[in-house]
């Protein structure tokens, strides 16, 4: 069982740039594929980004294309989510999610998930 635990979300004013982290404690993640997803209110669940396993590939959604960049700390078994240039739109709770070997593009899916960070952006 794969746990994962996000952190590094908070209110930062439009422009601003936030980075989440995701790590499982305990576990090697570079088997894995891990995405990040979001969720405002009233809205689905969303792919953000992906990391394919070992860093292989990485995807975004076109709303976050050169704004957001995941990347991975294998030794710390982390991966992070920098995101730039951040936009009122961007609010939501974010969510990471891992797989085994490659990305999913439907989130039903991943089969382990963290309890999610939310992040905020609003002047």
């Known amino acids: 069982q794969v746990q994962l635990v996000e952190s590094g979300g908070g209110l930062v004013q439009p422009g601003g740039s936030l980075r989440l982290s995701c790590v499982a404690p305990g576990f090697t993640l570079d088997a894995y594929a891990i995405g990040w997803f979001r969720q405002a209110p009233g809205k689905e669940r969303e792919g953000v980004a992906c990391?394919?396993?070992?860093?292989?590939?990485?995807s975004y959604a076109n709303s976050v294309k050169g704004r957001f960049t995941i990347f991975r700390d294998n030794a710390k078994s982390t991966v992070y989510l920098q995101m730039n240039s951040l936009k009122p739109e961007d609010a939501a709770v974010y969510y990471c999610a891992a797989v085994w070997g490659l990305c999913r593009t439907v989130v039903a899916e991943y089969p382990y998930w963290g309890q999610g960070t939310q992040v905020t952006v609003s002047s």
């Open positions: 990391s394919s396993r070992r860093d292989r590939s990485a």
